[in-house]
């Protein structure tokens, strides 16, 4: 009976196409205008609204089907949605059912979306690219992701580790998931099932992907010289790993500063924004090597025009050994070391005996020689009489500064 209904249809159609053509029979009509498409359920359709109404909407798919909104999807959508439809609207139509008992095709505008969506998804998961999806909530076994009408999950297992600074504290996995609600997230699709209504994600993939990707393209381009702006990633004893928009560079221990540093923490922390001096680029060991302390002018390049052989310094005690003690002049990155047969003029078998580290002490200059970036202190010869003369000096022309100061400022003062 269906097929019997399905015929006569059609040949209701080509009489309609013998009319519009104007022509007498048939065999007059033009190659192909009387030829069909038979409609199934699942097919997708463009076509053109001809009539709106609040329990209508018909659509003009072409091969002369017009089709219909099922009245349950309409009432589904409420007033205000189906206002927005207007006649003339190009719209994907889903065929929800070719042939209902009353002749009519009905249609699906959402289903029609819907199918879209998971079309669209399955290219996604065939080429294996990286897509941003919001996160709309949360579970103990991950988030979720709302992609149109379709329900994504990111399972625990598959979240990027979080980043934070040393000294915040750790936040429980509940805490985090809950904050990440609202964020957008690089994703990528792991597995896709549509029979099941399936679609797992991960954002650990889609990092790892995106990273490589912004690696390549940082390699390509990056050569020494140049000047960037990154934020530090992670620390460890060897030096600092600064994030240059999707690849690690790596800063030495001895490009942090021109002074001596023991562990990046003492320079520089998790999640601080710094400009780094890019010092070499291996393409073939896919590494970066970067400076922070090549931004800086070398506190050796000026060292004769701020000190001098005899002059009186203050210094840090920084290091101990058994040869002597390293210790860093007040306000600036150079470090002299006080030999430990200028620590006292008793035998003295280990620094330890007579300074510590962090100690803050009055030293005296004895060599320096800039070439070579040494500098050698002692302590014994702080209150040496040989010195005496030297110090008067030094100690007059610091007062004879302080009055020179003090008439400018009365002068101005006067004249104000």
């Known amino acids: 009976m269906k097929e019997e209904n ?5 040949e209701r159609r080509v009489q309609e196409a013998v009319e519009d053509q104007n022509v007498g029979s048939i065999e007059h009509l033009p190659e192909g205008a009387y030829t069909f498409k038979t409609l199934s359920r699942g097919d997708i359709l463009e076509g053109t609204v001809v009539r709106v109404s609040p329990d209508e909407v018909l659509i003009d798919v072409g091969w002369k089907y017009e089709g219909t909104v099922s009245s349950r999807e ?11 439809i207007k006649v003339g609207d190009q719209v994907l139509a889903y065929v929800l059912n070719p042939e209902d008992k009353n002749g009519r095709t009905v249609l699906s505008l959402r289903q029609a979306e819907l199918e879209k969506e998971w079309r669209s998804l399955e290219k996604l998961f065939e080429t294996e690219e990286v897509f941003e999806g919001m996160v709309t909530g949360y579970n103990k076994g991950g988030l979720i992701v709302q992609l149109g009408q379709v329900r994504g999950f990111v399972p625990a297992s598959q979240l990027a580790p979080p980043s934070r600074r040393d000294t915040e504290r750790a936040p429980t996995p509940e805490e985090r998931r809950a904050k990440m609600v609202g964020q957008q997230l690089l994703l990528k699709i792991i597995e896709l099932d549509r029979e099941r209504n399936r679609l797992i994600l991960s954002e650990r993939s889609a990092q790892r992907q995106w990273r490589k990707e912004q690696k390549n393209e940082l390699l390509a381009t990056l050569k020494e010289g140049d000047i960037c702006r990154g934020r530090v990633s992670s620390l460890c004893d060897f030096g600092a790993f600064v994030d240059l928009g999707g690849a690690d560079g790596l800063i030495h221990l001895s490009e942090l500063s021109w002074g001596r540093v023991f562990h990046a923490r003492e ?8 400009d780094v ?3 070499n680029v291996n393409r073939e060991k896919r590494r970066i090597g970067l400076s922070l302390k090549r931004l ?7 060292v004769e025009e701020k000190y001098s052989e005899g002059q009186l310094v203050e210094g840090t005690i920084t290091k101990l050994t058994d040869f002597g003690a390293f210790a860093r002049l007040k306000g600036d990155d150079i470090e002299g070391l006080v030999h430990v047969s200028e620590l006292s003029d008793d035998r003295v ?3 330890k005996e007579v300074v510590k580290e962090g100690d803050t002490l009055t030293l005296r ?7 070579h970036r040494r500098l050698g202190l002692s302590l014994k010869s702080v ?3 040989e010195y005496a003369d030297l110090d008067w000096h030094v100690e007059q022309a610091a007062m004879l500064g302080e009055e020179h100061e003090v008439e400018v400022e009365s002068e101005g003062e006067e004249d104000g």
């Open 6 to 10: 399905t015929l006569l249809i059609q």
């Open 74 to 84: 309409l009432e589904s959508m409420g007033p205000a949605a189906i206002e927005e």
């Open 267 to 274: 320079v520089l922390q998790i999640g601080d924004e710094v």
């Open 277 to 279: 001096y890019v010092m």
């Open 296 to 302: 800086q002018p070398d506190p050796w390049s000026q």
């Open 349 to 351: 078998t280990h620094p």
């Open 365 to 371: 200059i004895i060599r320096l020689d800039p070439d």
């Open 383 to 385: 209150a040496k009489a």
